[in-house]
Each structure stands twice: as C-alpha cells, then as structure tokens.
C-alpha cells in the first residue's frame, strides 16, 4: 500500500498541473513528458533545427491532438510524419498557404497558427497556453536557414 501511494502523489500533481494548462510550454517537458529545468538539459536545449523542435515542442505537445486517424485537418505532428505534412505542404484551412515555406516564416501557416493570427480557427495549441515567443522564433529561425530536415552541426546522422 505504501509503495502505491508513494508514485500516486507526484503523478497526480502532474496530471492537474497539465490539465490546468501550466504545463507543455515547449521548453518545460522533455519528449517522456517529464519537467525539464529552465533552460531545459537531459534532451538538450531547444535549438533550430528539426530534430530539436521535433523533440521539444511537436511530440510532447502537439501530438496529444495531432496524431492518429482524427488528426486535425490531417496534420500528423509525430516525428515519423511531421517533416513531410509540414514542409512546402499546403494547409487545409488556407490551401494558398504552405504549412511551412522554406524561408519564408511569416508566410508559413504554422507560424500563424502558433502567434495566432491566422485567418482561420483557432490559435496552437488548441486550448492550451500559447508557446513562448522564444519557442516560436526557434521554429522561425529553422523556416528562416531554409527548413531542413537535419541541420547535423554534431556530425552525427539523426536517427530517420
Ligand atoms: C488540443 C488539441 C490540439 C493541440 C494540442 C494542437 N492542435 Fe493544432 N489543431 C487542432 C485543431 C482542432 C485544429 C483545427 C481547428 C483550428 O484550426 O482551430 C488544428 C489545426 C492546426 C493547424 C492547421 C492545419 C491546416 O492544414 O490547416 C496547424 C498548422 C496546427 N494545428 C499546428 C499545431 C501545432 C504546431 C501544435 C503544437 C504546438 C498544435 N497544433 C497543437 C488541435 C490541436
């Protein structure tokens, strides 16, 4: 009996502080889920390239709705989906629109969504807190050095 409570606690401190909104900031949960500190270390800190933003700000925070066959607008923000649903892809509230223009940020519909100011629906993510202006110009500065997959400054292959 001990043992269980011991795990609910801090679970359920968790569970409320995520459902009151006070969590998934883009720099405060790692990709498990787990808080990170300020600044952010164990995954890394959030820095402009694909794979950072993939793991810092699309699988813990978006794929809670974007993923799986009721994806909105069938944007699937999972790291086997996100880069191809994303880049030069048109969105489907704004087909003139591309998802992400490479190059381009303030023309990219991501961005809109994410700064809220797009012509349609709601601003990311959906109901939640609004991402840091921090987070949002990481994702501006890898649309802006031309979106690409893997910026590789480690060397190191990313995982596909
Ligand atoms: C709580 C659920 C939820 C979360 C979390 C969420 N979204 Fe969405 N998203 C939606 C819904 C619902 C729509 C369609 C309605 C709307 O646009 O208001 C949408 C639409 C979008 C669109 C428009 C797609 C198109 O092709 O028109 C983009 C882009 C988008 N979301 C990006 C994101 C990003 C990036 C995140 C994470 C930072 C995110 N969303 C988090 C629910 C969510």
């Not at 998934?24 to 890394?44: I, K, Q, W």
């Not at 490479?102 to 990311?124: C, F, R, W």
């Not at 991402?131 to 690409?148: F, H, K, M």
Request: aromatic share 6%.
């Amino acid at each position: 009996m001990s043992s269980n409570s011991i795990w609910r606690a801090p679970w359920c401190a968790f569970a409320a502080a995520w459902l009151a909104g006070c969590a998934g900031n883009g720099m405060g949960l790692d990709a498990g889920g787990r808080p990170l500190p300020p600044g952010g270390s164990g995954g890394g800190e959030l820095t402009a390239d694909f794979d950072s933003i993939q793991q810092h700000v699309f699988t813990p925070i978006c794929t809670a709705c974007h993923a799986g066959s009721n994806a909105p607008q069938g944007l699937h923000l999972d790291a086997g989906n996100s880069y191809a649903q994303l880049v030069g892809v048109p969105s489907v509230e704004q087909p003139t629109i591309l998802r992400v223009a490479v190059g381009d940020p303030d023309n990219s519909y991501i961005i809109q969504k994410l700064e809220g100011h797009a012509a349609t629906g709601a601003q990311m993510p959906f109901g939640g807190p609004p991402l840091p202006q921090a987070t949002i110009d990481v994702i501006r500065q890898w649309i802006s050095a031309g979106a690409l997959r893997t910026q590789d400054l480690t060397g190191e292959p990313s995982p596909p």
